[in-house]
């Protein structure tokens, strides 16, 4: 039976674990923001700070469709939930088409009183790295040859995200040097050695974490600037230097509240 609610971890969809579970609600959640703020002079009010994004929660509740007197069975049910939602992985709801949100803790259930039948059980999915939801497929924009020149990007979502940059040295000639730059960030490398045909990566994993590599090389210590490259929502111009021409390919996956 297919649901109307389904909720999936890694590609897996939960009621397709065992078909007496059955979703009762799904909750996306909301981004948890921190606001500092300092009193302002003059005996009311407040100024803000600043403002962080702290973490992202969502949670399933499932009920287990096995008579209660089956203690036995309704545990077997339970635990395989419980398998199903072991693992921190991407996580995908069926009424957010194209979204998705990596959850780097999963806290499981209490099976309480499991002759209980009426009882619903809730798994909660935390995102600490990057507490969004995100685009499951990046925008992405491609200049087939170029070594000084700017290219637009969308930022699809309604916060700041992150941009990857991949560059193919196509001179044939060692790069030592590439700049890039966008809404008031920039990342300067220098010392690259990046040969003929060989790929510059500026990218970010699941953790949400900056990345650097030149071929199969870790370039990260090769870099100064702004602590990453971070995109507006809406359009966003990307600046780019290099010693010589190559191919760029600029990406952002969108983010949401």
Same mark, same amino acid.
């Given at each position: 039976?297919?649901?109307?609610?389904?909720?999936?971890l890694?590609?897996?969809?939960l009621d397709?674990?065992d078909?007496?579970i059955?979703?009762?609600?799904i909750d996306?959640?909301i981004p948890e923001?921190?606001?500092?703020?300092?009193?302002m002079i003059?005996?009311?009010?407040k100024?803000?700070?600043r403002?962080?994004w702290e973490?992202?929660?969502a949670?399933v509740r499932?009920?287990?469709?096995?008579?209660?007197?089956?203690?036995?069975?309704r545990?077997?049910v339970?635990e395989?939930?419980?398998?199903?939602a072991?693992n921190?992985g991407?996580?995908?709801?069926?009424f957010?088409?194209?979204?998705?949100?990596?959850a780097d803790?999963?806290?499981l259930?209490?099976s309480?009183?499991?002759?209980n039948?009426?009882?619903?059980?809730?798994?909660?999915f935390?995102? @600490?790295n990057?507490p969004?939801?995100q685009d499951e497929t +990046?925008?992405q924009?491609? &200049?087939?040859l170029?070594?000084? %020149? =700017?290219?637009?990007?969308?930022?699809?979502?309604?916060?700041?995200s992150v941009?990857?940059v991949?560059?193919?040295?196509?001179?044939?000639?060692?790069?030592n040097?590439?700049?890039?730059?966008?809404?008031?960030?920039?990342i300067?490398?220098?010392?690259l050695a990046?040969?003929?045909s060989?790929t510059?990566?500026?990218? @970010?994993?699941?953790?949400?974490?900056l990345?650097?590599? +030149?071929?199969?090389?870790n &370039?990260?210590?090769k870099?100064? %600037? =702004?602590?990453?490259l971070?995109?507006?929502?809406?359009?966003?111009?990307v600046?780019f230097?290099?010693e010589?021409a190559?191919k760029l390919t600029?990406?952002?996956?969108g983010?949401y509240?």
């Open positions: 039976m297919i649901l109307s609610r389904r909720i999936a890694g590609g897996v969809q397709e674990a078909e007496r059955i979703i009762r609600s996306p959640g923001e921190e606001v500092s703020t300092v009193e003059g005996g009311a009010g100024r803000i700070l403002k962080h973490t992202l929660e949670r499932f009920a287990i469709n096995v008579p209660k007197r089956e203690l036995e069975l545990r077997e339970f395989t939930a419980c398998d199903w072991r921190p991407w996580v995908t709801v069926n957010m088409p194209g979204r998705r949100m990596y803790y999963v806290q259930p209490n309480g009183d499991l002759w039948w009426t009882e619903d059980f809730e798994i909660r935390v995102a @600490h990057v969004f939801w +990046a925008q924009a491609t &200049v087939n170029i070594s000084s %020149g =700017s290219v637009g990007i969308e930022n699809a979502g309604d916060v700041e941009l990857d991949t560059f193919v040295n196509r001179s044939g000639k060692t790069i040097s590439v700049a890039v730059g966008v809404n008031g960030h920039s300067t490398l220098t010392d990046l040969g003929g060989e510059l990566r500026i990218y @970010h994993g699941e953790d949400g974490l990345r650097i590599r +030149a071929g199969s090389r &370039v990260y210590g870099y100064t %600037g =702004s602590d990453d971070y995109t507006a929502p809406g359009p966003n111009t600046t230097e290099a010589r190559g600029v990406a952002c996956a983010r509240v």
